[in-house]
């Protein structure tokens, strides 16, 4: 395992619910990262975050909102989505958000919206 | 802009076969190139980076990678190929100079290899 883990692992949601996706990294790093895997699309970068603070958003739709509590922890909250917003959804963690840094990744949350 | 170029969606080769997965890739400035390997229902795992020095980088379970700046490529090889090997390759770039130091993933190969 990468020292990443995502919680849930699956979660079928209604376009009214409101819900959370939850990650931690076990490996001291100070930059966390939410990406989207659609089928048959390149990986999508959401939000980075580096030591707390969010250094990018990447023209995500505010319906999804992320949130980092400290290093280890990062969140994404999910509220009235789409069914366009199913998808995998991996977080990933580095030692830095430099450009050599390697991007360990989660499992993911397989995400359904009905 | 910066771009990656995985130009086979799907390569089959028998075991104990060498393999090669390709990739280029377009930016300004100099790359930094990396490959990951994604078995089913699991998240990215890195395979190894390219940063600067030696252009040919060997990565973890026998995988490696030669840098060739003149055809802009960044191809994966192997040289015998197991079963176990089965999974969907992504070749990955950053540069400096272009979209800001971020990640910029292919569509992604799967590597098939048959017994």
């Known amino acids: 395992e990468t020292g990443v883990t995502q919680t849930p692992r699956h979660l079928v949601m209604g376009m009214t619910n409101k819900k959370s996706l939850k990650c931690e990294q076990h490996l001291g790093h100070n930059a966390m990262y939410w990406y989207k895997q659609s089928a048959k699309k390149p990986l999508e970068l959401m939000f980075v975050y580096n030591f707390k603070e969010q250094t990018e958003n990447n023209s995500v739709p505010s319906r999804f909102s992320p949130e980092c509590p400290n290093s280890s922890h990062l969140f994404l909250h999910l509220h009235t989505l789409q069914p366009e917003d199913s998808a995998l959804y991996l977080c990933a963690s580095s030692q830095d958000s430099q450009i050599t840094d390697t991007q360990y990744f989660g499992p993911g949350t397989r995400l359904t919206v009905l | 802009a910066q771009s990656v170029a995985q130009p086979e969606d799907q390569v089959n080769v028998a075991e104990g076969n060498p393999l090669t997965v390709k990739c280029t890739y377009s930016v300004s400035g100099n790359p930094y190139l990396f490959w990951y390997v994604q078995y089913p229902n699991r998240g990215l795992q890195f395979l190894l980076k390219?940063?600067?020095?030696?252009?040919l980088v060997k990565g973890s379970y026998g995988f490696e990678a030669e840098f060739n700046k003149s055809q802009t490529s960044f191809h994966l090889k192997k040289p015998s190929a197991l079963v176990s090997d089965s999974a969907l390759y992504f070749c990955a770039v950053r540069a400096l100079r272009t979209n800001a130091g971020k990640s910029t993933f292919g569509d992604g190969t799967t590597l098939t290899v048959k017994p």
């Open positions: 390219y940063i600067t020095g030696d252009n």
